[in-house]
């Protein structure tokens, strides 16, 4: 399955911090497309590392990742950073929205650096908008919640379901999730995991979904176990 | 969504920091205009003393004496010009007017002027502004006195009073004039020259109150009253020097080497301004101190809108995060940084020269009255490179931050630790 319509490859990648004291080794990876992935590890086994990595935002100090057949090692940076608009939806742990803007202009920032996302997500600002507000809703997200202005007040909850439409919309080939139901409760978890994967399945977004919580892995495709040590650099 | 939107916006998420760093911004740049057009209106004040005027003559000397002690009154004339000398110069058909001054006598430390009315009228400052008076008029009697602002506001004088004039310049223990005091007629307004310091009397009342003298002691037994000195003839002999206008500018050097030659006597004409700017050359020392604090000023103005810039960049490492995670390129994300230096910057000059015009519109007067200093609410010629070199600065301050973020942001990936 993933070598007939690969979306992420890695090879042999390796990752040294500045430091010098630790380094990190990854078995290779795959993913089909629209496929989902769990990465299970403990904490500071390098899963950050890894996402950073496959965002493209870190280069390795060797191996390579490749998305859609694409290599990053092959493009510049400026090329990876317009790959990553274009591709990519990243959710992070927490504390990931711009509290100065509105909970529709966070998740409009999605597609913001890519003309593609723009197309997929309607194009004109007024079909963009009416995407922004499905999204929500579909994640969870009344509009009684989404008007008020201020998304500094929301939950932690509602910042994440904002979090993940911004992630989404424009519909990207992959999203990459780091933890991002660390800061809810088991039912909410699940409910927010269901509906966002059933958003991903409408565009055919596959996941790539790090937690050290194995009790997550029932919703996905595949349970990977990221099997790094700590190398002698 | 438009850079400068988001920047905008980030900004009025952070309106107490950004307030503090546009006022560091403001301040610096008042203080830095303020500065300069201290200096500026400081020489061009004093470039100024006297214009409209295309000559000065006096006994030969030298130019800049010559100006100190007409003009400034600093020093003593060496030698007098003859009356008829003076009549002679008034009869050149090139010449317009001539106003005679006649210096030698003091009230309490300030120095009397013999001259005539068309002092009031010829005597220009600044850009061609004539003396205006506070109070009063022009001397009309022999006993009159025309005091000006500082004289004024020194001695608490006011229209109506008596004055008594003292023979020579020196301070204490001078002969006085006390026989023939004088009133007070008139008080001029502010101008920012030695006029300020000056007492204006008329040729004849400096005639009269030398008439019972000779070389510098009263004559004993040959006394004349205030009264019957009214009734002599008070033609003075001798004046210390002439302020010449022309009918043309253009016929000044032609003037000027016809009353360098006048055969009957060693006369010296120089052009005001020329022997200005020797006299300035010489107290530019002045000027270079304040160039000296222009660029400190800079220096601190500058390094304290950096610290504020760069105090900002802190709270701003995990929008810096999210842009990048969304595809924003290394680049916007230093544009951003650059943009909001910029914005700032320029909001801060904005407000500074706004405060600096407010600051000198108000503080004219007072200055005028305090200080002697005329500060010119029209921008220096040297603001607008100022301006330029602070937008730079402030926008190579946007550069710092967006360096260190830029390198952040490659070490950070899209962990942020806090």
Redesign the interface.
Known sequence: MSTAQPLLRTRALRHFW?DGGHALALEDLAAARGESLFLHGPSGSGK??L??LL?G??APSSGDVLILDTSFSSMS??AR??F???H?G?I?QQ???????TPI?NV???C???AERRKRAGGTHVRMAAEAQRLLSSLGLGAHVWSRTKTGELSVGQQQRVAAA?ALIGGPALLLA?EPTSALDASSRDAFLKLLLEECAIYGTGVVFVSHDLALARHFDRTVALASAPVES | ?RLLSLTL??M??RKAGVALTVFTVALSVFLLLGVERVRTDARLGFASTVSGTDLLVGARSGPVTLLLYSIFHVGEATNNITWKSYQDIRAMPEVAWTVPLSLGDSHRGFRVTGTNSDFFVHYHYGRGNALAFASGQPFSDLYDAVIGSEVASQLRYKVGDRIVLSHGLGGANLATHADKPFRVSGVLAPTGTPVDASIAVSLEAIEAIHVDWHSGIRLPGMEASAEQARHMDLTPKAITATLVGLHSRLSAFAVQSAINDYPEEPLLAVLPGVALGELWHLVGTAESALRVVSAMVLLVGMSGMLTALLGMLGERR??M????????????VFALLVMESTLLTVAGMIAGVVLLDATTAVAHNYLLATAGLVIDQNPAPGEWLLLVVVLALGSLAGCIPGWIAYRR???D???VRL
């Open positions: 500045p950050s590392t996402l950073g965002a935002v870190l940076a400026a950073d317009r990553r608009a274009n990519l990243y992070f504390f990931n929205l711009l509290p100065f803007l202009e409009l920032l999605g913001a650096w890519s911004r780091d | 969504m916006k980030s009025r998420q995990r929008e995060a999210v842009l990048r995670a969304v595809g924003a390129s290394t680049r916007t942001s490659l070490a990936g899209l962990q």
